[in-house]
C-alpha cells in the first residue's frame, strides 16, 4: 500500500526530464537537448488534429520555400536584361518607340514573371496563414479537451497538492500556448529548404561565403539559447507565485469575494499584496531582459561583421569583372537574405528547444497517473446490496500530514440503514464519506461492501450507485434545469427526471420563484444570471443528489444555510425517501441526526460510541455532553 503520508512527488510521474529546482536558474545543455523528445509526439499530436490541413501547410510551404530564389534570379536576369540594352545605346526617345521596336520584350516578360511570383509568393503566405489558423484553433482546443479529459481521471490528491497543482497550471497554459510552436517548427523547414536553394546559388560563386557566414551567427545563436533557457527556468520558478498572483487577482475583483472586501475593507490590503508580488516578479525579468538585450546586441555585432566582410568580398570581385551587375545584385541579394534565414534558423532552433522545455510542462502532466483505478477483472456490484459496508481497522492521513484523519475505525453500515455521523470539526467524518465513495484509498486496513473490498469493484460502476452532497457543493453558473441534472449528466436533457428531483430536494419549490423556470440561468457571473440565497442554492444542490437513483445517499452538511425548520424538513424527506436505500446524513444540528436508525460518534478520527439517540443519551457520554451544549443555546 503506497503510504500517502509521505512524499510522492517521484512515485505519481512517469520518469521526465530533469526540471530545475527553486534555487536553480540554469539548465544543463543535456537537459535542454532532452527537452526535444517531446517534439515527435507533439507534431504527432498536430498531425492527428487535421491531417488535411497539416498537408496543405506543409505542402504550400515547400512551394514558398523556393520562391526567394526564383524571385532573387529573375531579378539578376532583369538587371542583366537593362545593362544591356543600356550598353546597345538605342536610340529611342519614347516608350512608344521602344515598344513598338520589341526590343523590350524580354524585359517586359521578365518583369512580368517577377510580378507574377510576387503575386503567388504573396497568397501562397495568405493561403499558409489561413491553414495554420485553423489548424492552431483545432490544435488548443483537441488539447484543451485532452488536458480535461485526463484531470478527469486523477485522484483527489492531485487536486490537493501544491506541486501538482502548479504542474497543472504549467499545463493550462501550455494548452493555449504552444500553437504557436507548430506554426514555428514548419516555418523553421520552409526556410530550410530556402536557405539550402540559396546555398546552392553561393556554392557557384563562392563556397566559403556560407562557412564564414554560418560561423559569423554561431555566437548570436548560443546567447538566444541560453537567454530563451533563462527565460523558461524563471516561469517554471515563479509557478507557485503566479499562481499567487492570479488568486489576488480573482479576490480582488470578483462577485465571490465583493461583499467581504468592500465591507472589511480588504481593496487595499489585496492591492498592496497584489502590487508586491507583481514588482518582484517583474524585477526579475527586467534583469533577465537587460542582460538579454546587451548581450543579444553584442553577439549581433559580430554576425553583422561576417556579413560585410563577404558583401565587401562580393563588391571586388565584380569590380575586378569577375562577376556582373546582375551577379552582383543576385549574390548581394541572395547572401542577405541568406543571412537574415541562418538568423531567423539559429534563432527558430533556439525557440523550439525552449519551447520543448515548455512542453514538457504539458507532457508530464499527461505522465501523471492515478493511483485510485478500477481492477483489470472487477467484481459484479451488488444489486441491490444485500449486507452492506464494513470498515475494518480504517486509516487513513492526507498527504504531507502527521496527523491520522482517521485511524484503528471499525464497524459497520448495514444495507437499508441511515446511520448519521456526529462529532466536532475534524472528527473525520468527511473523510470517512471520502473513503467510502472511493475518492481516497486507506492507508491501513480496508473496507468492504458485501463482502467484497472496495478495490475490487469498477470505480465508475461504484460511484454511480453513491449519490453525494458535500457541504462545499458546487454552484454552477448553468441553469437551474442543468444544475439538477448534474447529478446524472447522462439525464441532462430529460426534464421529467428533473422535476422530479426537485421535489424530492424541495428545489421545486425554489423553481417556482424563478421568472423561466428551470431554463432560468442561476448564479451572476454572466448576464442574464439570476443569484440565489445560500438556502436555495442548497437545495438546489440536494435536489442534484437525488437525480441519482443510487442505492448509497450521502448528505454531508448540505444544510448548513438552512433554517433549523427547513433542514429537519429536508432530513425528514430525506429519512421518507431513504426507505430502501442506504444512507449516511451529517449534521451539527441534533434535533436532525436523532431521525436516524443509528447515530456514530467520531472523535480524533475513531469511533467513540455508537447507538440510538436514547441509548446514547443514556450513556451519558460525548453525545450528550454535545447534545445539552447545544440544547441549552436554545433555552
Given amino acids: 500500500m503506497h503510504n500517502r503520508s509521505m512524499p510522492t512527488d517521484n512515485s505519481r510521474t512517469a520518469e521526465a526530464a530533469p526540471k530545475p529546482s527553486t534555487a536553480e536558474s540554469r539548465l544543463s545543455l543535456r537537459q535542454r537537448f532532452d527537452a526535444m523528445r517531446n517534439l515527435p509526439p507533439f507534431l504527432k499530436q498536430v498531425w492527428a488534429t487535421s491531417p488535411a490541413l497539416a498537408v496543405t501547410s506543409i505542402g504550400l510551404r515547400l512551394i514558398r520555400a523556393l520562391m526567394p530564389l526564383a524571385t532573387l534570379y529573375i531579378g539578376k536576369l532583369i538587371i542583366d536584361e537593362v545593362v544591356r540594352l543600356v550598353g546597345l545605346g538605342l536610340p529611342f526617345d519614347q516608350l512608344g518607340d521602344a515598344w513598338r521596336d520589341g526590343m523590350l520584350n524580354h524585359l517586359l516578360w521578365l518583369l512580368a514573371l517577377e510580378f507574377g511570383l510576387a503575386i503567388l509568393s504573396d497568397l501562397l503566405g495568405r493561403l499558409v496563414g489561413y491553414a495554420d489558423t485553423l489548424l492552431s484553433e483545432l490544435f488548443n482546443n483537441a488539447t484543451s479537451i485532452r488536458l480535461m479529459e485526463h484531470a478527469a481521471t486523477l485522484d483527489l490528491e492531485d487536486f490537493e497538492d501544491a506541486d501538482l497543482q502548479d504542474q497543472l497550471e504549467r499545463a493550462r497554459r501550455q494548452t493555449m500556448g504552444r500553437s504557436n ?329 425554489v423553481v417556482a420563484t424563478l421568472p423561466h423556470g428551470y431554463d432560468q440561468l442561476i448564479g451572476r457571473r454572466f448576464h442574464t444570471g439570476l443569484d440565489l440565497s445560500g438556502g436555495q442554492w442548497q437545495k438546489i444542490a440536494i435536489a442534484r443528489a437525488y437525480m441519482r437513483d443510487a442505492q448509497v445517499m450521502i448528505l454531508d452538511e448540505p444544510t448548513a444555510a438552512l433554517d433549523a425548520r427547513s433542514e429537519f424538513e429536508v432530513f425528514q424527506r430525506f429519512k421518507e425517501l431513504s426507505d430502501d436505500r442506504t444512507a449516511v446524513l451529517i449534521s451539527h444540528r441534533f434535533s436532525s441526526v436523532r431521525m436516524a436508525d443509528r447515530i456514530l460518534v467520531l472523535d480524533q478520527g475513531k469511533v467513540e460510541a455508537s447507538g440510538t439517540h436514547e441509548q446514547l443519551m443514556a450513556q451519558g457520554g460525548r453525545y450528550a455532553e454535545l447534545f445539552e451544549l447545544q440544547a441549552a443555546g436554545y433555552r
Fill in 181 to 509: 510552436l507548430m506554426s514555428l517548427l514548419f516555418g523553421q523547414a520552409q526556410d530550410t529548404i530556402t536557405v539550402i536553394s540559396l546555398a546552392a546559388g553561393l556554392v557557384v560563386y563562392a563556397p566559403w561565403l556560407i562557412v564564414l557566414l554560418a560561423v559569423a551567427l554561431v555566437p548570436a545563436f548560443l546567447g538566444e539559447s541560453h537567454f530563451n533557457t533563462q527565460g523558461y527556468s524563471l516561469n517554471f520558478r515563479w509557478t507557485p507565485e503566479r499562481r499567487q498572483l492570479e488568486y489576488l487577482r480573482q479576490a480582488g475583483a470578483s462577485v465571490e469575494t465583493a461583499k467581504e472586501v468592500k465591507i472589511f475593507n480588504l481593496n487595499r490590503f489585496l492591492i498592496d499584496r497584489y502590487r508586491d508580488l507583481a514588482n518582484k516578479f517583474y524585477l526579475a525579468n527586467r534583469q533577465l531582459a537587460r542582460q538579454r538585450a546587451f548581450w543579444g546586441t553584442l553577439l549581433a555585432a559580430l554576425g553583422t561583421m561576417g556579413y560585410y566582410a563577404a558583401y565587401g568580398y562580393i563588391a571586388w570581385r565584380t569590380v575586378r569583372g569577375d562577376f556582373s551587375i546582375g551577379d552582383l545584385t543576385f549574390l548581394a541579394g541572395s547572401f542577405q537574405r541568406l543571412r537574415q534565414l541562418l538568423e531567423g534558423l539559429l534563432a527558430g532552433f533556439s525557440q523550439v528547444a525552449s519551447q520543448a522545455l515548455y512542453l514538457d510542462d504539458l507532457f508530464s502532466f499527461f505522465e501523471v497517473q492515478p493511483e485510485i483505478v478500477s481492477p483489470p477483472h472487477p467484481v459484479a456490484f451488488p444489486r441491490p446490496i444485500c449486507r452492506g459496508f464494513v470498515f475494518e481497522g480504517v486509516g487513513f492521513r492526507y498527504p504531507g500530514a502527521e496527523r491520522w484523519a482517521v485511524r484503528e475505525l471499525s464497524f459497520e453500515l448495514r444495507a437499508g440503514e441511515v446511520l448519521a455521523l456526529v462529532g466536532e470539526n475534524g472528527a473525520g467524518k468527511t473523510t470517512l464519506v471520502k473513503l467510502l465513495a472511493r475518492l481516497y484509498d486507506p492507508d491501513e486496513g480496508r473496507i468492504l461492501l458485501d463482502g467484497h473490498d472496495l478495490r475490487d469493484y469498477d470505480i465508475d460502476e461504484l460511484r454511480a450507485n453513491i449519490g453525494v452532497i458535500f457541504q462545499d457543493f458546487v454552484r454552477y453558473h448553468l441553469t437551474a434545469g442543468e444544475n439538477i441534472g448534474m447529478g446524472q449528466v447522462e439525464f441532462i436533457g430529460d426534464g421529467e427526471r428533473i422535476r422530479r428531483a426537485a421535489e424530492r430536494g424541495m428545489a421545486d419549490e
